[in-house]
């Protein structure tokens, strides 16, 4: 059974940095076929795609916020973390991760999501 | 990066409809296209991947098609567990940008 789960503060205040970990069960972080994303979304909008990291540890960012952005995994943790710096009020979002499967024809699409963790910004 | 556009933004409509969500990238990404429903307080849930591929599990009423830049979801028959939001997502790059959102409310 696989499973998501995002864990980090509920709050953090202007300027400050975030860091969210998502624990994952029931796959490896080392399968070459499955990689894991951070997707957030401000209440009431689109979601937005934030960062990626495959399975041979390379990244991806997206490039309006690549400047404020770090993931990182501990494969023996099963853990993928985000951090994002220099916090604003406009982050303030649910933030999910997602993990990324890559069928036999490169074709790839997220086919287990967290539950979601609301993250607000304020002082 | 690839920017996803999606039309309409919102759209009403009646339980047993047909309907037609479009999506379309700003550059060719083949078949690399996925889509995904979401409800109120929920994450996402897959309905199609690689442009036409239903997902496991998901209804055969949920059809996707196309190819390049333009992209469709229909819903042949809405049914009331329907009504949600759905997101197109490219994995042509790999910065897997979504589209803007269509949400689907009832008429």
Same mark, same amino acid.
Request: proline share 4%; hydrophobic share 30%; charged share 15%.
């Given at each position: /059974? ?14 400050? =940095?975030?860091? %969210?970990?998502?624990? @994952? ?15 957030? /979304? ?7 795609? %934030? ?11 997206? =490039? ?5 952005? =770090? ?7 099963? /853990? ?34 967290? /539950?979601?963790?609301?993250?607000? @910004?304020?002082? | ?64 098609? *196309? ?31 979504? *589209? ?8």
């Amino acid at each position: /059974q696989v499973t998501l789960k995002e864990s980090g503060p509920v709050l953090v205040k202007p300027t400050e =940095t975030l860091t %969210l970990t998502c624990t @994952v069960s029931g796959f490896s972080l080392s399968n070459a076929r499955m990689g894991v994303s951070w997707i957030r /979304q401000p209440p009431g909008k689109a979601l937005e795609w %934030l960062a990626h990291i495959f399975s041979n540890d390379e990244k991806s960012y997206s =490039t309006s916020l690549k400047n404020r952005l =770090t993931i990182s995994k501990d494969t023996s943790k099963s /853990q993928v973390v985000l951090t994002m710096t220099n916090m604003d009020p406009v982050d303030t979002a649910t933030y999910y991760c997602a993990r990324l499967l890559s069928d036999g024809y490169n074709y790839n699409y997220f086919d287990y999501w967290g /539950q979601g963790a609301l993250v607000a @910004v304020s002082s | 990066d690839i920017q996803m556009t999606q039309s309409p933004s919102s759209l009403s409509a009646s339980v047993g409809d047909r309907i037609t969500i479009t999506c379309r990238a700003s550059q060719s990404i083949s078949r690399f296209l996925n889509w995904y429903q979401q409800k109120s307080g929920k994450a996402p849930n897959l309905l199609i991947y690689a442009a036409s591929s239903l997902q496991s599990g998901v209804p055969s009423r949920f059809s996707g098609s *196309g190819s390049g830049t333009d992209f469709t979801l229909t819903i042949s028959s809405l049914q009331p567990e329907d009504f949600a939001t759905y997101y197109c997502q490219q994995n042509y790059s790999t910065t897997y940008t979504f *589209g803007q959102g269509t949400k689907l409310e009832i008429k």
